[in-house]
C-alpha cells in the first residue's frame, strides 16, 4: 500500500494527503530573533547597504571643500542646520563639541544600526548619529536634538564644510559627516558610523 493511503473498515482504500496548518495570525506577525551577533563591517562590506546593491559608503573627506554658503545653513549663534532632500533627515553642525556632539542627524523614520541601541522611531524614540569628542556613535533620542525649523534642505550633490566638519548630501536621500574623531552615513535604510 503506497504511503498516505488508509484502509476503511470495509476494506476500501483511500488516499489521504496531510496539509500544512498556515500560521495564525500572530505567528505570522511574530519576528524570529536571531541569537547570533551581528558581525562589524569594514566600510567595503557596508558598501552592500547603498541603495541598489553596490558602490562605496558615502564618506566626505575631512578636508573637502564645500559648494554651498555655510552661513546660508547657520540657525543660531552656535550652529548650523540642514534637512535632506525629502525632509526625513535633520542635522546639525556645532561650532564647539557638547553633548549633542559636533555634529549629528537624526530620522523621522530611521534605520537602526546593526549593533547598539534598537530605536522604535515612535515621536520620542528617533534613531540618530553623532560624532563627539570620544568619537561616532549610534544613539536614540527623545527630542528634537538635531531638528531646526528653519533648517534649510543640503540638496543632492551639496557639501557643507564648516572648520572640520565636513556634510554632503548623496542619492537616495543619503547624508554622509566626517568630523576630526569620527563620521557616519545615514538615511532611511543605512546608520553606518565609523
Given at each position: 500500500m503506497p504511503a498516505g493511503t488508509t484502509t476503511s473498515p470495509a476494506g476500501t482504500s483511500t488516499e489521504s494527503s496531510v496539509v500544512?496548518?498556515?500560521?495564525?495570525?500572530?505567528?505570522?506577525?511574530?519576528?524570529?530573533?536571531?541569537?547570533?551577533?551581528?558581525?562589524?563591517?569594514?566600510?567595503?562590506?557596508?558598501?552592500?547597504?547603498?541603495p541598489g546593491g553596490g558602490g562605496a559608503i558615502l564618506q566626505p573627506s575631512g578636508d573637502e571643500a564645500g559648494n554651498v554658503d555655510?552661513?546660508?545653513?547657520?540657525?543660531g549663534s552656535d550652529k548650523y542646520n540642514f534637512t535632506s532632500p525629502t525632509g526625513n533627515i535633520h542635522c546639525g553642525i556645532w561650532?564647539?563639541?557638547?553633548?549633542?556632539?559636533?555634529?549629528?542627524?537624526?530620522?523621522?523614520?530611521?534605520?537602526?544600526?546593526?549593533?547598539?541601541?534598537?530605536?522604535?522611531?515612535?515621536?520620542?524614540?528617533?534613531?540618530?548619529?553623532?560624532?563627539?569628542?570620544?568619537?561616532?556613535?549610534?544613539?536614540?533620542?527623545?527630542?528634537?536634538?538635531?531638528?531646526?525649523?528653519?533648517?534649510?534642505?543640503?540638496?543632492?550633490?551639496?557639501?557643507?564644510?564648516?572648520?572640520?566638519?565636513?556634510?554632503?548630501?548623496?542619492?537616495?536621500?543619503?547624508?554622509?559627516?566626517?568630523?576630526?574623531?569620527?563620521?557616519?552615513?545615514?538615511?532611511?535604510?543605512?546608520?553606518?558610523?565609523?
Amino acid at each position: 500500500m503506497p504511503a498516505g493511503t488508509t484502509t476503511s473498515p470495509a476494506g476500501t482504500s483511500t488516499e489521504s494527503s496531510v496539509v500544512a496548518e498556515p500560521p495564525t495570525r500572530l505567528e505570522a506577525e511574530s519576528p524570529q530573533k536571531s541569537a547570533v551577533a551581528p558581525s562589524t563591517r569594514t566600510p567595503e562590506e557596508a558598501a552592500d547597504l547603498v541603495p541598489g546593491g553596490g558602490g562605496a559608503i558615502l564618506q566626505p573627506s575631512g578636508d573637502e571643500a564645500g559648494n554651498v554658503d555655510p552661513v546660508t545653513f547657520r540657525t543660531g549663534s552656535d550652529k548650523y542646520n540642514f534637512t535632506s532632500p525629502t525632509g526625513n533627515i535633520h542635522c546639525g553642525i556645532w561650532d564647539a563639541d557638547g553633548p549633542e556632539g559636533r555634529v549629528g542627524c537624526q530620522a523621522v523614520d530611521g534605520r537602526n544600526p546593526f549593533d547598539g541601541p534598537q530605536c522604535s522611531n515612535a515621536e520620542n524614540d528617533k534613531v540618530a548619529v553623532r560624532v563627539t569628542a570620544a568619537g561616532s556613535e549610534s544613539m536614540c533620542t527623545t527630542q528634537g536634538i538635531y531638528v531646526d525649523a528653519n533648517a534649510p534642505i543640503l540638496e543632492f550633490g551639496q557639501v557643507l564644510s564648516v572648520e572640520d566638519v565636513v556634510c554632503r548630501s548623496g542619492p537616495d536621500d543619503i547624508i554622509g559627516c566626517t568630523a576630526p574623531t569620527g563620521g557616519f552615513t545615514f538615511s532611511r535604510g543605512i546608520n553606518y558610523t565609523y
